[in-house]
């Protein structure tokens, strides 16, 4: 599974950016697709994930209610819309995916980690 995220860019504190991330290659077993993000001097982040079955999602406590996940099954693509954008929400973000958690009953345990990964975007929010 091959990965793209675009969208990324220099925003100023309480815009709004969307990021985008396109899967491709055997994506036939894809159940969910994450977002992950690391910022300069620090360990990479979780900051949400969706299922493409169900649409459920599941987001970290420090973006919940400024950040969502959207999905299209279609293009097999999900979108992170990020509003009120602090500066501390800077940094590279990464969009990631799995095949595995159909059976898992929750989406928590993608918090640690996902299979499939691809290039990170870069968001900088200025104050």
């Known amino acids: 599974v091959q990965l793209q995220a675009s969208g990324g860019g220099l925003v100023q504190a309480g815009d709004s950016l969307r990021l985008s991330c396109a899967a491709s290659g055997r994506t036939a077993n894809t159940y969910a697709m994450g977002w992950f993000r690391q910022a300069p001097g620090k360990e990479r982040e979780f900051v949400g994930v969706?299922?493409?079955?169900?649409?459920?999602?599941y987001y970290a406590e420090s973006i919940k209610g400024r950040f969502t996940i959207s999905k299209d099954n279609a293009r097999i693509t999900v979108y992170l819309q990020m509003n009120n954008l602090k500066p501390e929400d800077t940094a590279v973000y990464y969009c990631?995916?799995?095949?595995?958690?159909?059976?898992?009953?929750?989406?928590?345990?993608?918090?640690?980690?996902?299979?499939?990964w691809g290039k990170g975007a870069q968001v900088t929010v200025s104050s």
């Open positions: 969706i299922s493409l079955r169900d649409g459920s999602g």
């Open positions: 990631a995916a799995s095949d595995r958690g159909a059976d898992w009953g929750t989406l928590h345990p993608f918090r640690y980690g996902m299979d499939f």
